[in-house]
């Protein structure tokens, strides 16, 4: 099974609110991504956790706080978001065993669509 | 500081074309390459990579690429495409010892019937 799912598929929400993106990986993968991707334009590395813990945090705004609260899941809480923060939100994951130069597949999950309003 | 340029944004061919996309990478050190696809409403997949070895590599679909070292190039060729090929092509470049991954701003691929 080389599947990552997430949920939900869509999400709206106004810029007061609280709400989380999951993310769900059973390849026993250990290193797990969030990106934000707009639309026709590449993928923007936002988090990396290698082994439940933060490894690379690419100066996002506070506003989004991941969570890897074990192996085989991501969560992405969103607190007072921005119009400009709408976009598709993509988890990915690898084995994440390689050491050294990296040469892993990521595999990539169908994203949750996000509008604030 | 490391870029990938992919040289067409958008690409139309007829059915039987056939395929060569650019990418070319700036970093002077050992680097791994990989093309990723993204086909209309569905996720991001990896279409073939590179590591080392033999410098043409094939992947899925019937797509290869060559790794031109020289060039700092790793272009993905399809000798004929087909109306499934409709899709956005990223290349992406790793060339440090973490896990970010350099992206290309994608090209647009649209084969009419």
């Known amino acids: 099974d080389t599947e990552v799912t997430q949920t939900p598929k869509h999400l709206v929400m106004g810029m007061t609110n609280k709400k989380s993106l999951k993310c769900e990986q059973h390849m026993g993968h250990r290193a797990m991504y969030w990106y934000k991707q707009k639309a026709k334009k590449p993928p923007e590395l936002m988090f990396v956790y290698s082994y439940e813990k933060l490894s690379i945090n690419e100066s996002v705004p506070s506003r989004f706080s991941p969570e890897c609260p074990n192996s085989s899941l991501l969560n992405l809480h969103l607190h007072a978001l921005q119009p400009e923060d709408s976009a598709l939100y993509l988890c990915a994951s690898d084995s994440g065993t390689s050491g050294g130069p990296y040469q892993e597949t990521q595999y990539f999950g169908p994203g949750t669509r996000l509008l604030v309003l | 500081a490391q870029s990938v340029s992919q040289h067409n944004h958008h690409v139309i061919l007829s059915e039987a074309a056939s395929l060569e996309l650019g990418c070319n990478y700036s970093y002077g050190g050992t680097v791994n390459l990989f093309w990723y696809v993204q086909y209309p409403g569905q996720h991001l997949q990896l279409l073939l990579k590179?590591?080392?070895?033999d410098p043409l590599v094939k992947g899925i679909k019937g797509f290869e690429a060559e790794f031109i070292k020289s060039k700092f190039s790793f272009n993905l060729r399809k000798p004929s495409v087909q109306w499934s090929d409709t899709a956005e092509y990223f290349c992406a470049v790793n060339a440090g010892n973490n896990r970010k991954l350099i992206w290309g701003l994608g090209t647009s691929l649209a084969v009419n019937p």
């Open positions: 590179y590591f080392s070895g």
